[in-house]
């Protein structure tokens, strides 16, 4: 499968709704893999894809609820979809609460289900790529120096090169030397790019206090 086939996983006891979403999805192009129960879920290794989770709200041996916490606390972030025989709106109100995209009600209407799905891959996707890109810089930020991190925490913050130099004990050619590595390393064609990468890795602006 490629990274960019989605897959849409079902969870649902009842056999006879796990066919019928299936069988939606897999009409509009979707790859599906349907489990009875959230324990068969946890014991098949996924395919690296995009992709949501449908859930049902009412799960064998424990609630969708208590497994959507358990998926957040396993670090898998498939966004989820409850569905569910009865129209409660304390749980729809605690499954929205803690992250789920839909709350739907049984009988499913077809193309409310295809949205919600459709909404919760393309949430996937920009996860991923917005990881993606996180990986890639924190590779480049492992790159640095620890002296070229200390000059990039004082350089997101607009310090100049000669407020640079005093505050770490160096010459200001050498600040240049340093800055110049960094901009290369993290192949930042600006201060402000720079800046953008900083945040994007939650890199703090605020500068250590042995610093000032």
Same mark, same amino acid.
């Given at each position: 499968?490629?990274?960019?086939?989605?897959?849409?996983?079902?969870? &649902?006891? $009842?056999?006879?709704?796990?066919?019928?979403?299936?069988?939606?999805?897999?009409?509009?192009?979707?790859?599906?893999?349907? !489990?009875?129960?959230?324990?068969? !879920? /946890? +014991?098949?290794? %996924? *395919? $690296?894809? *995009?992709?949501?989770?449908? %859930?049902?709200?009412?799960? *064998?041996?424990?609630?969708? %609820?208590? !497994?959507?916490?358990?998926?957040?606390?396993?670090?898998? +972030? /498939?966004?989820?979809? !409850?569905?569910?025989?009865?129209?409660?709106?304390p749980t729809?109100?605690?499954?929205?609460?803690?992250?789920?995209?839909?709350f739907?009600?049984k *009988?499913l209407?077809? +193309?409310?289900?295809? &949205?919600?799905?459709?909404?919760?891959?393309? #949430? &996937?996707?920009? #996860?991923?790529?917005?990881?993606?890109?996180?990986?890639?810089?924190?590779g480049? /930020? $492992?790159?640095?120096?620890? #002296?070229?991190?200390?000059?990039?925490l004082?350089?997101?913050?607009?310090?100049p090169?000669?407020?640079?130099?005093? #505050?770490?004990?160096?010459?200001?050619?050498?600040? =240049?030397?340093?800055r110049? +590595?960094?901009?290369?390393?993290?192949?930042?064609?600006?201060?402000?790019?720079?800046v953008?990468?900083? $945040? =994007?890795?939650?890199?703090?602006?605020?500068i250590?206090?042995?610093?000032?």
């Amino acid at each position: 499968m490629s990274e960019d086939q989605a897959i849409v996983v079902v969870i &649902d006891d $009842d056999v006879s709704i796990r066919e019928s979403v299936e069988d939606l999805l897999r009409s509009v192009g979707l790859e599906v893999k349907s !489990f009875a129960t959230s324990r068969e !879920f /946890l +014991q098949q290794k %996924l *395919p $690296d894809a *995009p992709g949501c989770i449908v %859930l049902d709200v009412r799960l *064998p041996g424990g609630s969708g %609820l208590e !497994f959507q916490k358990t998926l957040l606390n396993s670090k898998i +972030q /498939l966004p989820i979809i !409850f569905i569910s025989g009865h129209s409660d709106v304390p749980t729809s109100v605690r499954a929205m609460k803690s992250g789920a995209i839909e709350f739907l009600t049984k *009988p499913l209407r077809e +193309q409310e289900l295809l &949205d919600a799905v459709h909404v919760g891959i393309e #949430r &996937d996707r920009v #996860r991923r790529q917005k990881a993606k890109i996180v990986a890639e810089l924190r590779g480049r /930020l $492992d790159c640095l120096t620890p #002296r070229e991190q200390e000059v990039l925490l004082l350089v997101i913050t607009g310090h100049p090169n000669k407020a640079i130099a005093t #505050r770490l004990g160096l010459s200001e050619m050498t600040v =240049k030397v340093h800055r110049s +590595q960094i901009m290369r390393k993290m192949r930042a064609k600006s201060q402000i790019e720079l800046v953008r990468m900083a $945040d =994007k890795l939650g890199i703090s602006p605020s500068i250590p206090e042995e610093l000032n």
